[in-house]
C-alpha cells in the first residue's frame, strides 16, 4: 500500500470524539519589536486574526489539524509580512533559502524541506514530503525536482525579491544596522492545532536569519527542534536563534518534560523559554495539549501570536 493511502485511511479511519476540545494557536516570529508604527501592527493583527478564523472554520466542521496548520502556514508564506515564503529575509550573499516542516502527531509522521529557493509555498512541499516520500527532510535542488516532478508551484527568485529586506541585509553587513527593527529579528511563521478527533499538527516556515551563510539550516525543518506534534501530549512551533534551539532540541522538549515530569503546558513550555534565555538565547514558540490548552511564551521584547479554540476567545496580540 503506497504511503499516500495509508495516510488517507489513517486521517479518515479515527472518529469525531464526543467531549474533544479543538483549536489552533499561531505566530508570526518573536524578537524585537519596537519600531512597528500602530499601523503596522494592526495590519499584522488583522492579518493574524483573519487567519486564524478560517484555520478555526476548518476545525470546527471537522477538518483535519494537518489541513489548518499547513493552511495558517501557507497564508502567511504569501504574505509580505513575515520571513517565510514570500517575504524571506537575505543570506550574506543576497539570495533567500527557506525551510519548512509539518508533522502529524497521530503517527508521528513529519515532512520537511530545506534550503529550496524557488517554492512558491514550502509547507506545501513538506507536506508532500510527508504524504508522497518514505523520507522526512528533502533539502535544496533534490527537493526542487520533487517539487517540479509532483507539479507543485515554482517561481521566479525574483517573487520573493523584497527592497526592504535586502536593505536590511546591507544595513546589517556594513554594521549600521538599527537592530531594533521588525525584519532583523522576527518573522517566522507556524501553527499549532488539534482537531475534534484530538488530533495535533504542528507546522513552520521560515526564511531563516538575515545575513546566514548560504546553505546554513535552522532549527525550522528539523523535527523535535522547531516543530514537534504527540497526540495525547501536545504540539510546539518555534521561533528563535535557530542553533540554540537545535541544541537543545525545544519543541520536543516541551512535550518531553510533560509526558515524563508530569508538569503542564504552561509549566514545561514557560520553563524551556525561561532557560534559553539564561544561557542568552532569544525565541518563543506556541504550543497545544491534548486539552486545547494554549501556551504562547517568548523571551523577546514581543511574538505575533494569536490562538482560538472551543473553550478560549480570539486573542491576538505582538508584545
Ligand atoms: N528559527 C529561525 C531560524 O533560526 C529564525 C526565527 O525564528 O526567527 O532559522
Given at each position: 500500500m503506497s504511503k499516500k493511502l495509508w495516510l488517507l485511511i489513517l486521517i479518515n479511519c479515527n472518529f469525531i470524539l464526543a467531549n474533544q476540545n479543538f483549536g489552533v494557536v499561531v505566530h508570526g516570529g518573536a524578537g524585537?519589536?519596537?519600531?512597528?508604527?500602530k499601523e503596522q501592527q494592526l495590519v499584522i493583527e488583522q492579518k493574524v486574526s483573519e487567519t486564524i478564523l478560517s484555520a478555526y472554520e476548518i476545525l470546527q466542521k471537522g477538518g483535519s489539524s494537518l489541513d489548518a496548520v499547513e493552511f495558517v502556514v501557507s497564508e502567511f508564506e504569501d504574505s509580505?509580512?513575515?520571513?517565510?515564503?514570500?517575504?524571506s529575509v537575505y543570506t550574506s550573499d543576497e539570495t533567500q533559502e527557506m525551510d519548512a516542516s509539518i508533522m502529524y502527531g497521530f503517527d508521528r509522521s513529519a515532512g520537511a524541506v530545506a534550503?529550496?529557493?524557488?517554492?512558491?509555498n514550502p509547507i506545501k512541499l513538506a507536506r508532500k514530503v510527508l504524504e508522497?516520500?518514505?523520507?522526512v527532510i528533502l533539502v535544496g535542488d533534490g527537493a526542487e525536482s520533487f517539487a517540479e516532478s509532483i507539479g507543485e508551484t515554482i517561481v521566479e527568485p525574483s517573487y520573493f525579491h523584497s527592497e526592504k529586506n535586502l536593505k536590511r541585509l546591507r544595513k546589517l553587513k556594513s554594521k549600521i544596522?538599527?537592530?531594533?527593527?521588525?525584519?532583523d529579528k522576527i518573522g517566522t511563521v507556524g501553527a499549532v492545532a488539534i482537531d475534534k478527533k484530538g488530533n495535533i499538527s504542528a507546522a513552520t516556515s521560515t526564511g531563516g536569519?538575515?545575513?546566514?551563510?548560504?546553505?546554513r539550516v535552522g532549527d525550522t525543518p528539523i523535527i523535535g527542534s522547531g516543530t514537534w506534534a504527540q497526540n495525547q501530549v501536545c504540539g510546539v512551533s518555534s521561533t528563535g536563534h535557530g542553533e540554540f534551539f537545535i541544541k537543545f532540541q525545544v519543541a520536543k522538549e516541551v512535550c518531553t518534560r510533560m509526558e515524563?515530569?508530569?508538569?503542564s503546558l504552561q509549566d514545561s513550555s514557560h520553563a524551556v523559554i525561561k532557560e534559553l534565555k539564561d544561557i542568552g538565547a532569544s525565541g518563543g514558540l506556541i504550543a497545544i495539549d491534548k486539552d486545547a490548552n494554549v501556551s504562547m511564551p517568548f523571551n523577546t521584547e514581543g511574538m505575533i501570536r494569536g490562538s482560538l479554540t472551543n473553550v478560549s476567545d480570539l486573542n491576538v496580540s505582538i508584545y
Open positions: 524585537v519589536l519596537s519600531n512597528l508604527s509580505l509580512l513575515f520571513n517565510a515564503g514570500r517575504g534550503s529550496i529557493k524557488k517554492i512558491k508522497e516520500t518514505e523520507h544596522a538599527d537592530s531594533q527593527t521588525i525584519q536569519m538575515t545575513n546566514k551563510m548560504p546553505g515524563y515530569l508530569n508538569q
